[in-house]
């Protein structure tokens, strides 16, 4: 083994952790459970895995560390790997859905918590594993919450906890604030492990744009490149953080402050210290990887950096050099909205302890200052005290199934570290009675354990089996790759390049009749397949040629799933007898007969679940605009603003759902409920 020094290895030794390394070992060889908080940027999650991996710990087994965030899980190998000098991929890993960088040398991987779940499907007891670390639990992610559950329940059964390995399983759970009594409780009062780190002041201010009464709108981008621009020239040097809540959102502010940092003069120094220009550099979760690389990279001098960011700022990854936070108070967050009675990304405000952490980034190697865009009464009356778990507000039936697979009958009863409300739990096996993935009686059929295997949402998973008993999986394949990657249409911010890139949209609809949104993601995903230039077709046609290669890597993957599924088990195989150029809209009627809309009257739509919520077809839809030829119609998601807006839209004939609508109401859910409890 080499003996030369990383030149990180310094960098390492600075951080917080690092005199505190024997002890930590120490306290995770001592018990099954640990917790270790500490501030966010202390090291945890870059360093621990290494002392552990330098103490031996791979002996038995890999260390396995869960993220929440893909972008956290893959930087953080990238980083650990440079740290460790080795190639990622081999010693050190990541995997999240639908990429995976790892091999069978990978002894420490980081992954995410949703990919963690999956592979106790397939390995209840994790026996891979010497240790595994659920990290960032203060967020309080859906799957997080779950693996918290079932590894509290995999060690109440001693069999179960010690079979196929030579050593007990040793977890880890790492949290950023606080609630480590609550953690400590949960498994057994287990030791917690504080590392003490010290954090410098950071003032913050209010301000005095964004009111109560502006909750609702999305003004808050200008006032923010105004607040950042103000910071750059009167503030001294010093690098800036602004949140806001995603891609789209970053990515105008970014045009926004390139085009008023250049008429900026700069042969004033801001008090007596040379800025010179502005370094603009966004991240959010799509963001290609080499560009992230640049976030963490000092800047050049005499130039302050300015990071725009989303809340993957606030705990998940740490920047170095920050002193100053211009916070928007707003975040994306994926909701369960009972107004339409499905799940919704929505931007809303951020809780008050949110806020505290956000103003927090500014102060970790000196004083800080944070500017908050809204008002004082707006903190007051807009923000909640602190953030509700999002087990508690998202729909839960991928989650329920995965449990009913490992043989989690009682989903009820199960040990939630914060209980879901019950009628979420009764949503969901609603849900997946209607999916027929479980029996009357709650009991999961051999479709549900078909279902299980794929990493998408259920209805999807459902279409897409339909489509493979009738032998058409080609058609459902590319759609479901193309609905799981980022949006592949390019938004130009300029309006006439905007025109330019709507025409083009239009065009590629109309190639399939221009009345149906699936079929033209089935089209441009064809097209561009079987192009010579791939990459120069979608620069031709305004598509995002990297979200289509992912779309490419994403359908392979799902293919490779069914086939292995097709091989291995008793598959379901149909025939069809209806007209083969309705065969795509009717298999995706057996995955969206939940969303399913008719036309009342002009160009609203009341949708059939039993909410009968009037919505609207989106503009970016090609259906828009032809709503009077419409009547029934299915789509894949839903967006709120001022109004209830369907996206992905393609007409059906009520026919084809006739059978399958009235299993929206069919079903009792206290009979299921029942069951769930026996
Ligand atoms: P914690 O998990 O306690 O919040 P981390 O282990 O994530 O702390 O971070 C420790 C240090 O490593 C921070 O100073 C951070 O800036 C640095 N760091 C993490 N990832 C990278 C990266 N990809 N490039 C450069 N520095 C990084
Ligand atoms: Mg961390």
């Known amino acids: 083994k080499s003996t030369k020094r990383s030149p990180k290895e310094n960098e390492s030794k600075q951080l917080p952790i690092y005199q505190h390394k024997t002890k930590l070992i120490q306290a995770v060889r001592e018990s099954s459970f640990l917790v270790v908080t500490g501030e966010t940027g202390s090291g945890k999650t870059t360093q621990l895995p290494q002392y552990l991996h330098e103490a031996g710990f791979c002996k038995d087994g890999k260390i396995g560390i869960t993220q929440p965030r893909r972008v956290a899980a893959i930087t953080v190998a990238q980083r650990v790997a440079q740290e460790m000098q080795c190639t990622l991929g081999r010693d050190v890993g990541y995997q999240v859905r639908f990429d995976d960088c790892t091999s069978s040398d990978t002894m420490v991987k980081y992954m995410t918590d949703g990919c963690l779940l999956r592979e106790i499907l397939a390995d209840p007891g994790l026996s891979q594993y010497s240790v595994v670390i659920l990290d960032e639990v203060h967020e309080r992610s859906l799957n997080t919450d779950i693996l918290l559950g079932l590894i509290k329940k995999m060690f109440s059964n001693p069999a179960k906890a010690t079979k196929g390995r030579s050593i007990p399983l040793k977890v880890v759970v790492m949290s950023a604030t606080l609630e480590t009594d609550k953690l400590s409780a949960f498994f057994s009062n287990c030791p917690v492990f504080s590392i003490p780190g010290r954090t410098f002041p950071v003032t913050c201010m209010f301000g005095s744009v964004v009111g109560p009464k502006d909750v609702e709108s999305t003004g808050y981008v200008k006032e923010v490149v105004k607040v950042a621009l103000d910071v750059h020239t009167s503030e001294m040097a010093g690098d800036i953080l602004v949140f806001l809540t995603g891609q789209s959102e970053i990515e105008r502010a970014c045009d926004l402050l390139y085009e008023k940092a250049e008429c900026i003069d700069y042969r004033y120094d801001v008090q007596d210290q040379t800025v010179e220009g502005l370094l603009i550099l966004p991240l959010y979760g799509s963001m290609p990887?080499?560009?992230?690389?640049?976030?963490?990279?000092?800047?050049?001098?005499?130039?302050?950096?300015?990071?725009?960011?989303?809340?993957?700022?606030?705990?998940?990854?740490?920047?170095?050099?920050?002193?100053?936070?211009?916070?928007?108070?707003?975040?994306?967050?994926?909701?369960?909205?009972?107004?339409?009675?499905?799940?919704?990304?929505?931007?809303?405000?951020?809780?008050?302890?949110?806020?505290?952490?956000?103003?927090?980034?500014?102060?970790?190697?000196?004083?800080?200052?944070?500017?908050?865009?809204?008002?004082?009464?707006?903190?007051?009356?807009?923000?909640?005290?602190?953030?509700?778990?999002e087990i508690q507000r998202t729909s839960l039936t991928a989650v329920v199934l995965t449990l009913k697979c490992l043989g989690v009958h009682d989903v009820i009863r199960f040990p939630y570290l914060d209980c879901p409300e019950e009628r979420f739990i009764l949503e969901a096996l609603k849900q997946l009675y209607q999916f027929d993935a479980i029996d009357r009686r709650g009991k999961v059929t051999q479709l549900g354990e078909l279902m299980v295997e794929f990493p998408l949402h259920p209805g999807l998973t459902r279409a897409l089996l339909k489509a493979a008993s009738l032998d058409c999986q080609e058609l459902l394949l590319p759609v479901a790759a193309m609905l799981s990657v980022e949006n592949i249409f390019i938004r130009p911010g300029k309006p006439e390049k905007q025109k330019e890139a709507d025409k083009k949209h239009k065009k590629l609809a109309a190639k399939t009749g221009g009345m149906n949104d699936f079929a033209t993601l089935l089209s441009v995903f064809q097209s561009c397949k079987s192009s010579d230039r791939p990459s120069a077709w979608c620069k031709e046609n305004w598509i995002h040629w990297r979200a289509l290669k992912s779309a490419f890597s994403v359908e392979t993957q799902l293919r490779e799933i069914l086939l292995r599924l097709q091989q291995k088990r008793d598959f379901p195989v149909e025939a069809f007898d209806g007209n083969r150029s309705e065969l795509l809209r009717r298999c995706l009627c057996t995955g969206y007969f939940t969303n399913v809309a008719r036309r009342s009257v002009g160009k609203v739509f009341c949708t059939m679940d039993g909410h009968g919520s009037m919505v609207h077809i989106h503009p970016s839809s090609s259906l828009f605009d032809q709503e009077a030829e419409l009547n029934w119609v299915i789509f894949h998601d839903v967006l709120v603003t001022s109004r209830v807006y369907i996206r992905t839209v393609c007409p059906i004939r009520y026919e084809w759902v006739k059978d399958l609508l009235p299993k929206l109401h069919e079903v009792d859910v206290y009979e299921l409920s029942s069951v769930a409890r026996e």
């Open 289 to 389: 990887t080499d560009q992230q690389r640049q976030i963490f990279q000092p800047p050049p001098p005499g130039i302050r950096k300015c990071v725009v960011a989303t809340n993957i700022a606030a705990t998940s990854l740490t920047i170095n050099g920050i002193k100053y936070i211009v916070d928007s108070g707003f975040v994306k967050q994926l909701n369960h909205n009972s107004r339409v009675g499905m799940d919704i990304l929505e931007v809303v405000p951020i809780s008050k302890s949110e806020a505290l952490q956000r103003a927090g980034r500014a102060g970790r190697t000196s004083a800080g200052k944070c500017f908050r865009i809204y008002t004082k009464e707006f903190w007051e009356k807009c923000m909640p005290e602190y953030t509700v778990p």
